[in-house]
């Protein structure tokens, strides 16, 4: 299991801003969106030197990329090039029914590309069990602000686990202390047990905490609010110690 920092904390920074952010606080991977002010544009190669220096930047930081997040606006083959370029799966992440991102997800696999679900919500049981059954891979997107994630946590992995890659964590970093006693320990207990290898992905709960993530990106960490690690290689943490850093 590794933590990674969503370009959603900081959309208007650009790569250098994520990246140092991302070092400041021991997370050694990005989760990318369409939109977000990062420099990677579709395709890739529309703005080559420039797609070429933001790779170079991420590589000599020694982060990486997990996913980018695809709203479903933008052509497949472009998309799967671009995943390729950053060496990363596309999160499936439009505002749309649940058949219509499976039929996205398919496009984009018949395209070359991994491509995962992003499910949440009250749904998220349901759609889990309709797109794992497909055969498509998951990221779930917990809200411990809305959904009770300590007592889902248990059934979505117990029956989809094999299926959910990622976790989108809305609310981690700068805002985990609000979250005290709304599941978010035992989330990180079911995960560590459970064996999940994948990310557990921070991000913001709501725009409005734009200003405080920004703040926590720009200063080293400290008690309670990441990792003081220097280097970017994939931490392996006690369930204690995950749950520091994510609050």
């Not at 920074?13 to 991977?29: D, I």
């Not at 809200?143 to 117990?158: F, K, N, S, Y």
């Not at 080293?220 to 995950?242: F, K, W």
């Amino acid at each position: 299991m590794q933590l990674a920092l969503s370009s959603a904390a900081a959309p208007n920074a650009g790569l250098h801003t994520l990246v140092q952010g991302a070092l400041r606080h021991g997370l050694p991977v990005l989760e990318l969106r369409a939109g977000d002010a990062h420099g990677f544009a579709t395709p890739p190669e529309s703005a080559a030197d420039t797609t070429a220096a933001l790779v170079r930047e991420l590589t000599a930081a020694g982060i990486g990329v997990v996913g980018y997040s695809d709203t479903g606006s933008t052509n497949a083959a472009s998309l799967a090039s671009l995943a390729r370029t950053l060496g990363s799966a596309l999160f499936v992440d439009a505002d749309a029914a649940l058949p219509e991102r499976m039929r996205r997800a398919d496009c984009l696999r018949a395209a070359g590309a991994e491509a995962a679900i992003v499910v949440r919500g009250d749904a998220v049981l349901d759609d889990a069990r309709i797109a794992a059954r497909e055969g498509h891979a998951l990221v779930w997107e917990c809200d411990p602000q809305r959904t009770p994630i300590g007592e889902l946590a248990p059934v979505l992995l117990a029956e989809y686990g094999a299926s959910v890659r990622h976790v989108r964590l809305m609310g981690g970093g700068p805002e985990g202390v609000m979250h005290e006693g709304r599941g978010v320990g035992a989330l990180m207990s079911r995960l560590a047990l459970s064996g999940f290898a994948g990310s557990v992905i921070l991000a913001p709960s709501s725009p409005r905490f734009h200003v405080v993530w920004a703040t926590w990106l720009g200063r080293r960490a400290g008690t309670g609010c990441g990792s003081t690690a220097a280097g970017a290689a994939p931490i392996d943490l006690p369930v204690q110690r995950l749950t520091e850093v994510i609050a």
